[in-house]
């Protein structure tokens, strides 16, 4: 079945680190993917998306390209702070439902 | 707009009671989700609607049920409460048609503990 994998987690990093967060994917036919971001006590915001192939979804310094040929959607930022210490959930989305990956959990160190 | 709203935050029950968790939202939304979050890992379905009068299972809908009456209320009902049900439950909504890609907007959820 349709499926997503993160990298474990957790990940520490100092401010102003570069930060990357591996997802790829498995599914049956072209999903859309997305990053989701959830601060603690809180509920899911989608951070970006990308709808097809070589699409870049963008939002708040962070990027993630939708590369087909590796089916994979990794989440960078190149400076991070303190404020994006977070779980961040990686997802595909194929007719009406989401597939979450596990998520990863971010640490960012002043 | 207050988005997707949750009721209760937190709730303790005993083994065999049963409760509901209650989901409400503003924006017109036709889908609606319930998940559940388990410590260390990723979002799970229960179940969702596709609108009023409609709702269909998830990866995990043993031990649930729901209803939707009106667009804005997909209310979970867990019968008898069982510890492997002791969670975070999350409700989302979004504006789904066909062919279009839509974002999920999510509660704040509701932290559940089944002793």
């Known amino acids: 079945g349709d499926s997503v994998t993160q990298m474990e987690g957790p990940v520490t990093l100092s401010e102003e680190a570069f930060l990357t967060i591996n997802c790829t994917y498995t599914a049956t036919g072209y999903p859309s993917l997305f990053w989701y971001v959830q601060y603690p006590g809180e509920g899911l915001q989608l951070l970006l998306k990308a709808t097809k192939a070589d699409d870049k979804g963008s939002n708040k310094g962070f990027e993630a390209t939708y590369r087909k040929e590796t089916t994979s959607f990794h989440l960078e930022k190149g400076s991070v702070q303190v404020s994006d210490s977070a779980v961040y959930f990686c997802?595909?989305?194929?007719?009406?439902?989401?597939?979450f990956g596990k998520g990863t959990k971010l640490t960012v160190n002043p | 707009n207050a988005g997707v709203t949750q009721t209760p935050k937190f709730r303790i029950l005993k083994i065999g009671q049963s409760m509901t968790l209650q989901c409400t939202q503003d924006m017109n939304h036709n889908y609606m989700y319930w998940y559940r979050q388990d410590p260390g890992m990723g979002l799970k379905l229960i179940y969702y609607s596709v609108g009023a009068g409609i709702t269909d299972k998830g990866e995990v809908p043993n031990g649930y049920n729901v209803s939707r009456s009106t667009t804005e209320d997909f209310p979970l009902r867990l019968e008898l409460a069982a510890p492997s049900q002791t969670s975070v439950y999350f409700c989302?909504?979004?504006?789904?048609?066909?062919?279009?890609?839509?974002?999920?907007?999510f509660g704040p959820g509701t932290r559940l503990t089944v002793l």
């Open positions: 989302a909504s979004s504006y789904s048609r066909a062919g279009s890609t839509d974002t999920q907007y």
């Open positions: 997802a595909l989305r194929l007719s009406e439902k989401l597939v």
